[in-house]
């Protein structure tokens, strides 16, 4: 059964980089082609999409993080990670990774493209504060 | 953008009763590129319906959901007391993927 672990500070100073991991286990991160993305939930709010990582490394980010967002993926390691810069006491969240129902969208040229969808399979989350 | 709005912020029911949980879109959600998530108090959300009517594997049939042009329904038939919880719509035809702000079904 596919889990997904998210880790990391817990707490992190204003101006600073939130950095988070997600460990992926009972499956492999590379396998059937997969998209992976990280969700966040400030206290007591909804949720907000903040982007989405293939296998392969390409990413996808929401255009509000875009500047102070980077999304990896270490394949070795079966994780996939989160930088987010420059960050405030509005960054304070619960962080979530997730993984995408993904599905193959077309072949060209030798290579393929798929679609990333709906989040199937989620982390438990991981609170983080920002404060000095 | 699109922006999901879901209606009412709260909904007070019974056990036994049918809830209606409403997601309205600013604008077209084609190929029904909508999902649905459960949320408990500390856990994370859990999908539940996908394709705006697809349940996920696992979820109950009790849990069902509909669309009418922008307008997405969840409907859950007769309540259970594991069904008070946070409802979040989702849509992913188009980044960034937005959700609504959620409705709180919680007991009467």
């Known amino acids: 059964q596919l889990q997904l672990q998210e880790s990391g500070p817990g707490l992190v100073k204003p101006s600073e980089t939130l950095s988070l991991t997600c460990t992926v286990s009972g499956g492999s991160i590379s396998s059937n082609s997969y998209y992976w993305g990280w969700i966040r939930q400030p206290p007591g709010k909804g949720l907000e999409w903040i982007g989405t990582i293939f296998y392969s490394g390409t990413t996808y980010y929401n255009p509000s993080h875009k500047s102070r967002v980077t999304i990896s993926v270490d394949t070795s390691k079966n994780q996939f990670s989160l930088e987010l810069r420059s960050v405030t006491a509005a960054d304070t969240a619960v962080y979530y990774c997730a993984r995408h129902h993904t599905q193959l969208g077309y072949c060209s040229g030798g290579s393929c493209h798929y679609y990333y969808y709906y989040m199937d399979v989620w982390g438990k989350g991981t609170t983080v504060t920002v404060s000095s | ?108």
């Open chain 2, 1 to 108: 953008e699109i922006v999901l709005t879901q209606s009412p912020g709260t909904l007070s029911l019974s056990p036994g009763e049918r809830a209606t949980l409403s997601c309205r879109a600013s604008q077209s959600v084609s190929s029904s590129y909508l999902a649905w998530y459960q949320q408990k108090p500390g856990q994370a959300p859990r999908l539940l319906i996908y394709g705006a009517s697809s349940r996920a594997t696992g979820i109950p049939d009790r849990f069902s959901g509909s669309e009418s042009g922008t307008d997405f329904t969840l409907t859950i038939s007769r309540l259970e007391p594991e069904d008070f919880a946070v409802y979040y719509c989702q849509q992913y035809v188009s980044s960034p993927f937005t959700f609504g702000q959620g409705t709180k079904l919680e007991i009467k």
